[in-house]
């Protein structure tokens, strides 16, 4: 008897720990959201935050770790981008395309400081225009992973080629060899996790041309690395 009290108390507690804690998980949702196209819902990402949450809840130790949160964090946004990975945009998107409309987008905006319309994109290529936004849906997606799920998509063996920190520091070589700007582009994106849209306040320069540096810098790297 005495026993099933303690657990039931212990499970409240825990319980109580994952709503407390809860807020916390929509305000990662709503940054991560912001990296992200519209056909990613916000309350899909939430729901996933939150079960990865209870989980951890149950087996949190308070005597291991002093601060849940901070036990937590990684692995509740870890558990949002393996649903992310999940939707299998790689293969919903010819990487083809991706590349011909990148190509696009480059030079139409060089030439005229905006990114082109999906209609202007589709009529160039000759494609269908929803073909055209799924497209750059994926890509939107895929964005927002880490670097190295973005290599892999070039060969999904890439990690059989290399270990994970010599990868790494392949990495490291390639952007020490780019512009300053874009490296402090991929240290915001990547490791502060700001939007296009905040960096563009920091560095002064529009999103569009934020994405267009992104892009290019993961294909040198992706060239580089073979």
């Given at each position: 008897m005495v026993k099933r009290g303690y657990d039931t108390e212990l499970r409240y507690y825990q319980d109580e720990l994952a709503v407390?804690?809860?807020p916390a998980v929509k305000a990662m949702v709503f940054r991560l959201k912001e990296r992200l196209p519209q056909s990613v819902e916000f309350d899909d990402l939430v729901s996933i935050g939150a079960e990865e949450l209870i989980k951890l809840a149950r087996r949190y130790d308070k005597e291991q770790n002093d601060s849940f949160w901070g036990y937590a964090k990684t692995r509740v946004y870890g558990a949002m981008l393996d649903y992310l990975r999940s939707l299998?945009?790689?293969s919903r998107a010819n990487r083809k395309l991706i590349k011909q409309i990148d190509e696009i987008v480059e030079q139409y905006l060089d030439e005229n400081g905006v990114e082109p319309e999906n209609n202007y994109i589709a009529e160039v290529l000759g494609e269908d225009i929803e073909k055209i936004k799924e497209a750059r849906r994926a890509a939107a997606i895929y964005n927002v992973l880490p670097l190295h799920d973005q290599l892999e998509s070039q060969e999904r063996d890439t990690f059989a080629l290399?270990?994970?920190e010599e990868l790494i520091e392949k990495i490291m070589d390639v952007l020490a060899t780019m512009p300053k700007r874009d490296q402090l582009?991929?240290?915001?994106?990547?490791f502060e996790e700001l939007?296009?849209?905040e960096i563009s306040e920091v560095l002064d320069i529009t999103p569009s041309r934020i994405s267009q540096v992104h892009k290019r810098v993961v294909s040198k790297i992706k060239?580089?690395?073979g």
């Open positions: 407390q804690y809860l299998d945009i790689v290399v270990e994970q582009i991929m240290q915001l994106y990547y939007t296009y849209k060239q580089s690395i």
